[in-house]
């Protein structure tokens, strides 16, 4: 059997590496990991050099860390319902046992308080005693054996128990706790799947948005040396180019500069990629899983029915391309193209379902090895036209027509939304392609549930709560909604209620904690006598009626379902408010509900009016409404309805410059820094759009700000620059963003201030005064705290400023030391010459100083057992390396 690195990493280590990450805040995280890599790296640098052919890829320890970008192991099917259920048939806890009831219902909250908020974590807690006290012996590379086991399309339910059996005997409660977490791929390590891709290497998420692909990325930047360059390659997945979200009435801002656009149908299927070699395919989906082996595709023409169809249409000439597109679901009798919101998956269709897979091209990558993405899209699709042949139902290019106005745009919409298509997609015409790239990407898509006025808003009653999961563990996360049933009897309050959808999409945090309040002596265990509820997931809490609220709820489709007593259920629900103002017998009923279905199809689109160029006509102004409530995390741009009354206007100082405030502090918050704004006659918006101005920021420890700061598209600044610039003294000009202003800037900004500043905020031709001098000290400390330099690095510094001697200021650079006594203050002198001083004994220490001039035998038994040939040294050697400031011979000051 081949030695492979994943063999010699034991998963306790890994389990210990999780554990620590999840205890510690901030760049701690990032720093146990790095140790942990560079320690893996080491291992198979050593493995390398005995064994050339030996497997020394991190991607088997990786994957355990990132099972989310999982690609090549096919599914377990275990969530956490089905793997309670498995833990407590394996456990033989009986179901109506405390301990099965409590692990089955994990989402419940439970007296005992319990560290972390998952299932794994709770099934943890309560499974612990049952589990082996020690930790096993077991390598990575066999829990990955495991883990292909239970993903193994053969393994029946029994045989996957009975896997679960011999691991569960052998591994300890911490093992238990992460192995579930691996399983429901997902670690709760409070560090983003960015990081951690970079702490492997900093091309990594470059690579990885290119290729969805762990492996590849693991194989390829083995070497944290080596950089990674882009290419798009055939055979090998990259992220799609995604479409920035855009409302209908924005349409005349996306014409300011005389942009000419195609405007295409906003397909409802399955975005993929086919590639094509020499007679060879390969289907991927959006998220990179390799789908060509599925029913309906096929390596090569004989093998599937769509590598036949594309045998059989493309252009003779072509040799190799790649298309992106949407597969589709074609009705074989109707001759009508599905809709992902239909009972299939298009990714599953065989030769017996109703559907076969279409494959709608709108994009072409590649085309005789010849790479196109720095191309136009106009270009871009003038190759596309003559790739192929159409074919209905089987081949088709997506229809594409000029627009050159918004005006075009309004009457291509109204189409689509009489069409009963999901909507439109824009794409500028010069446009290249850019790989896992949605803002600024030149390409949009406009539905009509984006807009206030276009769909049709339920008015939709609570009739059930279900608990969330992570930092929701404990509180009421989604709700069961109803409607009012038509069998009530005219002119009475109603008496009965059906479900119709759960939602949990919209509610802010603040809001969900009110909501929570409001009903924690309200909900029951029992559903009401007088309310219907769905067939499969029932809540686990209900209320009564007659004691709930309403909540607007709108969706972009009604879609026919089995599991609720209507037939309809809605899709993409997401709630716009809770109405305070409505009692609850104000309901939508049944009637109304259904009152919404226009035609036969299984799907029905919710819109209610076509588009008026009246409604874009004026949108790029900012409107100010005194009547317009705000609802629930709302998503309109112009800051409407939060004053009671218009701004009084003082200057122009900010006339028409687009400000987005994202939040304030304890001196000023948000809506006073948005009411002086508007007093100044700023734009005050609530996203920014690509021609904001600036975003104000008075606490960057949230997601939103995050997020912003890690685009780097827009000129982020302080509340201190509003501060400077709304006082009167600065009335007359505006000055340019001072470089202690930003939080973060566009490259554009960057190099305007990079003119008049360096790097420590000094003038070049400005006298420094105490104030500024102050500024330009405190960030050369900041700076300092910041920099770091490896080990590596300071070799170099060492030999370009010693040459070939030994720097006299670290002549124990290359040593790494452990010390048996710690009050041996040889330590000190050891560190002040830059020795490394390890804690623990590992495979990374180079000598043991002793400080008696003899070892105890634990600690010779440790050294032996980790580490035989290990150097054990009187400290004395480093108190005389100090006094001669050189490093001398070790012979004599040796132990062992």
């Known amino acids: 059997m081949t030695l492979t690195l ?26 146990i990991l790095r140790k942990f890599i560079q320690a893996c790296r080491n291992i198979s640098q050593k493995i390398k050099t005995e064994l050339p052919d030996a497997d020394v890829s991190l991607f088997p320890i990786l994957r355990l860390i990132l099972p989310h970008l999982e690609r090549e192991r096919g599914p377990s099917n275990l969530k956490e319902k089905s793997l309670a259920n498995l833990y407590v048939r394996v456990f033989c806890l009986g179901k109506n046992s405390k301990d099965a009831i409590n692990l089955v219902q994990y989402k419940t909250p439970i007296a005992k308080k319990i560290a972390g908020s998952d299932f794994a974590a709770k099934a943890y807690s309560i499974l612990q005693n049952r589990l082996p006290r020690d930790s096993s012996d077991f390598s990575v590379e066999r829990i990955n054996l495991f883990l292909d086991s239970i993903s193994s399309p053969d393994e029946t339910g029994q045989e996957k128990d009975k896997t679960f059996s011999v691991l ?13 977490r691996i399983i429901l791929k997902d670690l709760k390590l409070g560090i983003g799947t960015k990081k951690i891709l970079d702490v492997f290497h900093r091309d990594a998420n470059k690579l990885f948005d290119v290729s969805s692909n762990l492996r590849h990325v693991c194989d390829t930047l083995y070497d944290p040396q080596l950089r990674y360059q882009h290419n798009i390659t055939v055979f090998s997945h990259f992220k799609p180019m995604l479409l920035e979200r855009c409302k209908i009435e924005d349409a005349e801002k996306l014409f300011s500069k005389g942009e000419q656009y195609f405007v295409q149908c906003k397909y409802d299927g399955e975005r993929s990629q086919m590639h094509m070699k020499d007679g060879k395919y390969k289907y991927f989906t959006r998220q990179g899983y390799d789908i060509t082996n599925n029913p309906g595709y096929g390596e090569t023409s004989s093998s599937g029915f769509m590598s036949s169809v594309f045998n059989r249409l493309l252009n003779s000439e072509c040799k190799s391309i790649i298309l992106d597109g949407e597969l589709m679901g074609w009705h074989k009798e109707k001759k009508l193209m599905g809709s992902k919101g239909m009972n299939y998956d298009v990714k599953k269709l065989s030769e017996n379902s109703h559907h076969q897979p279409c494959f709608v091209a709108f994009d072409v990558l590649l085309y005789n090895d010849v790479l196109l993405d720095n191309e136009s899209y106009e270009e871009r699709l003038k190759i596309l036209k003559k790739a192929f042949k159409e074919e209905e139902g089987c081949l088709m290019l997506c229809k594409s027509s000029n627009v050159s106005n918004s005006v075009e745009v309004c009457s291509a919409f109204n189409e689509s939304m009489k069409n009963k298509e999901e909507g439109i997609v824009l794409k500028r015409c010069d446009a290249i392609y850019r790989p896992n790239v949605r803002d600024g990407s030149g390409c949009y898509k406009i539905k009509a549930e984006f807009s206030d006025d276009l769909v049709e808003d339920v008015d939709l009653l609570i009739l059930g709560g279900y608990y969330g999961e992570g930092r929701f563990m404990g509180l009421i996360k989604s709700f069961l909604m109803g409607v009012a049933s038509s069998a009530n009897i005219p002119g009475e309050n109603p008496s009965k209620f059906m479900s119709v959808v759960s939602v949990s999409n919209g509610f802010s945090i603040n809001t969900l904690t009110e909501l929570g309040k409001r009903f924690e002596k309200k909900w029951k265990s029992e559903c009401p006598p007088n309310v219907i509820p769905p067939r499969l997931d029932k809540p686990p809490l209900w209320v009564r009626p007659e004691e709930s609220i309403i909540v607007t709820v709108r969706a972009s489709e009604m879609t026919r379902s089995n599991d609720y007593p209507t037939g309809y259920s809605l899709r993409f629900p997401r709630v716009m408010r809770v109405r305070d103002d409505k009692p609850w017998y104000a309901v939508c009923t049944e009637t109304e509900l259904l009152s919404l279905i226009k035609d036969t199809r299984p799907i029905q689109k919710l819109t209610k009016r076509e588009v008026d160029y009246d409604d874009i006509e004026d949108a790029p102004e900012p409107k100010v409404s005194r009547t317009k409530r705000r609802s629930i995390n709302s998503t309109e741009n112009v800051t409407s309805s939060i004053y009671d009354n218009p701004p009084i206007y003082i200057s122009r100082l900010l006339y028409g410059k687009e400000i987005c405030v994202i939040n304030g502090n304890d001196e000023l918050p ?4 948005e009411q002086t704004l508007l007093q100044h006659r700023a734009r005050v918006v609530q996203n920014p759009l690509k021609d904001n101005y600036c975003i104000i920021l008075g606490n960057i420890r949230t997601a939103r700000a995050n997020n912003i700061i890690q685009s780097k598209m827009y000129d982020v600044v302080t509340v201190d620059w509003f501060k400077r610039v709304i006082k009167e003294e600065n009335w007359s ?7 202690w202003d930003l939080i973060c800037c566009r490259e554009s900004t960057k190099q305007r201030l990079e003119q008049h500043y360096d790097e420590f905020y000094d003038h070049y031709t400005t006298d420094a005064d105490e104030e500024s001098l102050g500024r330009s000290f405190k960030k050369v400390e900041e700076t300092a705290n910041t920099i770091e330099i490896d080990r590596a690095q300071m070799k170099e510094l060492d030999a370009e400023l010693f040459g070939n001697r030994i720097s006299p200021y670290s002549i124990f650079r290359d040593i790494v030391g452990y010390f048996n006594d710690e009050s041996d203050s040889s ?3 050891f560190r002040f010459m830059t020795g490394t001083i390890k804690e623990t004994i590992d495979d990374t220490v180079t000598h043991v100083f002793v400080k008696d001039n003899s070892i105890n ?3 010779r038994t440790s050294i032996l057992k980790l580490q035989p040939s290990l150097a054990v040294v009187k400290s004395e050697w480093i108190m005389e390396c100090f006094r001669k400031n050189e490093l001398i011979p070790v012979t004599e000051y040796l132990l062992q």
């Open 6 to 31: 994943a063999s010699k990493i034991e998963f306790k280590r890994l389990c210990k590496v999780l554990e620590e990450v999840t205890k510690v805040q901030g760049e701690k995280k990032t720093e």
């Open 168 to 180: 569960l005997e052998k591994i300890n409660a911490l093992e238990f706790k992460w192995i579930t």
């Open 670 to 673: 948000k809506e006073q820094i």
């Open 733 to 739: 000009s505006l000055q340019d963003f001072l470089p």
């Open 827 to 829: 330590k000190y002198k």
């Open 857 to 859: 035998i634990e600690l």
